[in-house]
């Protein structure tokens, strides 16, 4: 099979990233077997594998998986625990399809970049036309978080869309497009961000505004003027927070949450409250399971603990950590944690050193959503997060 068509291949698995997992979950799972399948043809093994030695960072990866599949050992929910591998899975076979494919060049990979942006602007436009439709037939009452991403879990579609807007602010990536589309683009993937309300998310949509717009005003203007411009942005997306109460309800219900953890009642169910309780057992148990609970019994286990703990609200929900590296510690223990840890944190240093912006902002995106989500619990988080840190780490590597 010529070169061509394990690149239109792989194009087709970056464009589902944004658009299938809730909808159509398969058409993900398909992408990345075709793409399997085409990587056991009988090709120059030699020569594909010699790029993912050469990397450590996409051995860590393919380390941190198969620290998935000891925790099976002793593990005695086997179902569960091949169900977690399967969910994995996309750590061991990313690095695998992307680094083990010398036909893929720089720019292969910035053509995939735009195919990823395309989707994400599409599913934007879609969400918000379907939002202000029911808002202007319910007297503005627009929709926000879940209400405005039935399809898609807020957090999860929020990362699609930062990410979307950080590959389209790199523009010697993307193809010469008309001034008021390329801003339009940015104001639809970033209203959405804003709509989907995932508070973590929107803090991060300021941070990466504000470093982009710092880096676009110190290249044309005095540095006077970069203060005035840097503060108006500054006001004006504090007042867009202020102006929209549902928004601004979510940020004051988790900022009071945070002051007065002690008023948390145990049946609570809100997503802040939720969280602390959960991170406490979770916490616990990662203490007193220093080598994990093991892949499949990390879920029962921490079920267990919230209702040792007496947490009925959440035990009923049966909710995992909301952590990764607390889910992790919990399940493999404390050295699976710190591989997961040095996945992140390594190539963030290395990414700013040699000022790969957007490779910083993917990690810091999934980092930041690290803390608050299992992000490697489900198809939508680690299909992501495997296929563009391998794609973006193969990019760094080849500047």
């Known amino acids: 099979m010529s070169p ?11 464009a589902m990233l944004a658009v299938s997992f809730p909808i159509f979950p398969l058409l993900v799972q398909v992408s990345v077997l075709i793409l399997l399948l085409i990587y056991l043809l009988p090709i120059d093994w030699k020569k594909r594998l010699q790029e993912l030695k050469s990397s450590k960072l996409a051995l860590l990866l393919v380390v941190f998986f198969l ?3 000891v925790g099976l050992l002793w593990s005695e929910n086997l179902a569960k625990a091949l169900l ?8 061991l076979l990313m690095p695998l399809l992307i680094f083990a494919r010398p036909d893929l060049t720089k720019s292969n990979i910035n053509r995939i970049k735009l195919f990823f ?30 209400d405005f991403s039935p399809f898609f879990h807020p ?15 790199d523009k010697e990536n993307i193809p010469v497009i008309p001034k008021l589309v390329y801003y339009l683009l940015l104001i639809v993937l970033g209203a959405s961000v804003f709509f989907l309300a995932s508070k973590l998310n929107i803090l991060l949509l300021f941070l990466i505004l504000l470093f982009f717009f710092i880096q676009y005003i110190r290249e044309r203007f005095s540095r006077v003027t970069n203060y005035v411009l840097a ?8 007042s867009a927070l202020m102006l929209n109460q549902s928004v601004y309800e979510r940020f004051a219900v988790g900022w009071e949450t945070i002051k007065h953890p002690e008023a948390i009642q145990t049946d609570d169910t809100e997503s802040n409250a939720a969280r602390l309780m959960i991170w406490r057992s979770a916490f616990d148990l990662a203490v007193e399971n220093p080598f994990g609970v093991g892949t499949g019994d990390v879920n029962i286990e921490l079920s267990k603990k919230y209702h040792q703990n007496g947490y009925s609200g959440i035990e009923s929900k049966q909710l995992n950590a909301h952590n990764q590296f607390l889910q992790t510690s919990v399940a493999i223990g404390v050295l699976g944690m710190l591989v997961l840890l040095l996945i992140m944190v390594i190539p963030f240093i290395q990414s700013l050193v040699s000022k790969d912006f957007v490779f910083s902002a993917f990690l810091l995106i999934s980092f930041s959503n690290a803390l608050v989500e ?4 489900a198809q939508a988080g680690v299909i992501f997060f495997a296929f563009f840190y391998s794609l973006l780490l193969r990019n760094a590597k080849s500047n």
């Open 374 to 377: 299992g992000i490697l619990e």
């Open 67 to 69: 620290f998935n599949v």
């Open 231 to 238: 503060s108006i942005f500054f006001l004006g997306t504090l």
């Open 84 to 91: 977690h591998i399967e969910i994995k899975s996309s750590l």
């Open 155 to 169: 957090s999860y579609i929020s990362m699609y869309f930062l990410l979307a807007m950080v590959f389209l602010f």
């Open 4 to 14: 061509s068509w394990l690149n239109k291949c792989l194009f087709f698995a970056s």
């Open 117 to 146: 942006v395309g989707s994400a602007v599409l599913v934007a436009f879609f969400l918000l036309a379907r939002s202000f439709l029911i808002g202007f037939l319910n007297s503005g009452s627009w929709l926000i978080y879940g």
